[in-house]
């Protein structure tokens, strides 16, 4: 049996072609950059969904498989997002650094 892990969860609909804005805690953007597929918590399930696009710049979206509008992805909005505990990198293989700008 999978365990998972949580590194966000979506946010409301953005645009019209079915893209999702997105909140993922830094230390896994990595890992999720790299995932090909998530699973999104739904009626106390982890759902799999393939990724199809990821943009990274303001507002950081997520274009998913057979979503391909707004209203289509509104039901995937308020989702937990979860990666299989197996998907996750090892510390020595991350290339990404976060740096924490305290002032």
Do not use: C
Not at 43 to 56: C, D, L, T
Not at 77 to 99: H, M, N
Request: charge should be negative.
């Amino acid at each position: 049996m999978d365990t998972y892990q949580s590194i966000g969860f979506t946010k409301k609909t953005y645009g019209v072609k079915g893209e999702l804005k997105l909140n993922i805690e830094d230390k896994y953007l990595e890992d999720f950059s790299q995932a090909a597929v998530l699973f999104l918590g739904i009626a106390g399930r982890k759902i799999p969904y393939f990724v199809e696009h990821i943009n990274f710049e303001n507002p950081f979206t997520l274009k998913l498989e057979d979503f391909d509008s707004k209203e289509s992805a509104i039901e995937l909005t308020g989702k937990e997002i979860f990666v299989r505990a197996t998907d996750l990198l090892k510390e020595e293989e991350k290339v990404f650094e976060i740096e924490d700008n305290l002032v």
